[in-house]
């Protein structure tokens, strides 16, 4: 089994900052990119923010400048740190990881977490 388990959401005033950690644990071989996605009430879920195994990073145009991604390899563990937040920014945070698992051979599935709830006050 694998299990990705999100914290650090919350209530913040606008121009706020809140990080998020996403931890993965289970059968785990090795993992691939990891990112940050959200999905707020009636739009579809959008990403966010990525990051590759080697440390490259991508962020949504609405992000950058604003959020960071981060990893940490040794802890399986993806952080989000927000910055200046805007009530735009309110949406429930979902981390994904790309995960080889142990005795699964080459087989590299996508994996989510419960997601954690942002919300920024005006």
């Known amino acids: 089994q694998v299990q990705l388990v999100e914290s650090g959401g919350g209530l913040v005033q606008a121009g706020g900052s809140l990080r998020l950690s996403c931890a993965a644990s289970?059968?785990?071989?090795?993992?691939?990119?990891m990112g940050w996605y959200r999905q707020a009430p009636g739009k579809q879920r959008e990403l966010v923010a990525a990051i590759s195994s080697g440390g490259s990073t991508s962020y949504a145009d609405s992000v950058k400048g604003r959020f960071t991604i981060s990893r940490d390899n040794a802890k399986n563990t993806v952080y989000l740190q927000m910055n200046d937040l805007k009530p735009e920014d309110t949406a429930v945070y979902y981390c994904k990881a790309e995960i080889r698992r142990k005795g699964w051979g080459q087989l590299t599935s996508g994996y989510w977490g419960q997601g954690t709830q942002v919300t920024v006050s005006s």
């Open positions: 289970g059968s785990i071989f090795s993992i691939n990119a």
